[in-house]
């Protein structure tokens, strides 16, 4: 059976630092591409960030760009998400997906992932 497991959300300060991993089974992320998305209370999912999956290609929400980093272990069937700078708008339930996909472009448009999590509470507050 087809599974991802988020996981390492908690309770930071604003301008700390979390690592987010999502580990798969039952099937390699060899082939898919695999993104990040949020969803903040009463606000609609957002998306966060992608990578192909060669690794090659990366993508950014503009609200993260320039503070998080998106990188995957293909040999540890994970990908990560490295948040650096937090603020207390980052604050949400992040959520991995995948889709088989071009190693040329991904998209963090959610509509286009087929796998899904069932995420990891980050909460951003002093």
């Known amino acids: 059976q087809l599974q991802l497991v988020e996981s390492g959300g908690g309770l930071v300060q604003p301008g700390g630092s979390l690592r987010l991993s999502c580990a798969a089974s039952?099937?390699?992320?060899?082939?898919?591409?695999l993104g990040w998305f949020r969803r903040a209370p009463g606000k609609e999912r957002e998306g966060v960030s992608c990578?192909?999956?060669?690794?090659?290609?990366?993508n950014y929400g503009g609200s993260v760009k320039g503070r998080f980093t998106i990188s995957r272990g293909n040999a540890e069937n994970t990908v990560y998400l490295q948040m650096n700078s937090l603020k207390p708008e980052d604050a949400g339930i992040y959520y991995c997906?995948?889709?088989?996909?071009?190693?040329?472009?991904?998209?963090?448009?959610?509509?286009?992932?087929?796998?899904w999590g069932q995420g990891t509470q980050v909460t951003v507050s002093s």
């Open positions: 990578i192909t999956r060669t690794g090659d290609y990366t």
């Open positions: 039952g099937f390699s992320l060899n082939y898919y591409n």
């Open positions: 997906a995948a889709i088989v996909g071009s190693p040329d472009y991904c998209s963090i448009d959610s509509t286009n992932y087929v796998h």
